[in-house]
């Protein structure tokens, strides 16, 4: 029976080998994980009635629960396969092959744009005033701008530092840069609800952490207890950087 099993076949089982295997991934991180086991029973229930055992109409009746199961599943999980896309379309490989095509040439102009932004953070931190900077990035924080003040400035040190005062209206929300301008201030984050996040961050990184889950933006945040800089990306923590590390941070991820 092997004798007609060909390269094509082992693709073909290797690709469904690889979707299962994302499927579970997904299922398990959304917390569905026995969604998955059930989805996957009525998936081999519905090939050996249909293709082994060729029982047409328990078959037909299965093809219908299945054609209308996945739409289902595509409604109740459109978020989550909303940002799943998402993601796949912001790994750092596939901008990085976009780049190549369209020949641009941003390191000059991504130094230029990050290091007001890296000393303003530094002498914050020196200060222990607290800060939370957001830079857009694929995802369009539009929604967000709308929450805080409109700024629409250059990029600069000393009003980056004036914003976060502790004195300042708008010093306890987010800043947004958008396209190399400062385009609002005192703007409110989602916050992530997560465990894994240690009891000594306080909002702020929850914020950072929660615009980081839902976006490809990168937050970045100065600790008003210990004046400690982090950045979140995503959902991921950077913590206790250096100026060369973020530098580094920025301009790697951006």
């Known amino acids: 029976m092997l004798l007609g099993f060909g390269i094509k076949d082992l693709i073909d089982v290797l690709l469904v080998a690889l979707m299962l295997f994302y499927l579970y991934k997904f299922m398990k991180e959304s917390g569905s994980l026995n969604l998955f086991v059930g989805i996957l029973t009525i998936i081999v229930v519905w090939v050996l009635v249909s293709q082994i055992f060729q029982m047409r109409l328990l078959g037909g009746i299965l093809d219908t629960l299945v054609s209308v199961g996945a739409l289902a599943l595509i409604i109740l999980f459109q978020d989550e396969i909303r940002h799943f896309l998402r993601d796949v379309g912001s790994q750092r490989r596939v901008r990085r092959i976009l780049d190549f095509f369209a020949k641009k040439d941003t390191t000059a102009d991504n130094h230029k744009e990050m290091m007001p932004i890296v000393m303003a953070c530094m002498n914050m931190a020196k200060r222990k005033e607290g800060a939370l900077i957001v830079i857009e990035q694929s995802d369009k924080l539009g929604e967000v701008i709308k929450t805080g003040e409109t700024v629409n400035a250059d990029i600069n040190q000393l009003l980056i530092e004036n914003i976060f005062f502790k004195n300042s209206p708008l010093h306890d929300g987010a800043m947004i840069i958008r396209q190399k301008r400062i385009a609002a201030a005192g703007c409110l984050l989602p916050v992530s609800h997560s465990m894994d996040i240690p009891k000594s961050m306080g909002l ?51």
Not at 228 to 253: C, N, P, S, Y
């Open 204 to 254: 702020r990184h929850r914020a950072a952490l929660g615009i980081s889950q839902e976006t490809d933006a990168l937050a970045i945040v100065v600790s008003e207890e210990t004046g400690g800089i982090t950045v979140a990306h995503h959902g991921t923590l950077h913590r206790w950087l250096t100026a060369e590390q973020l530098e580094k941070l920025l301009f790697d991820l951006h």
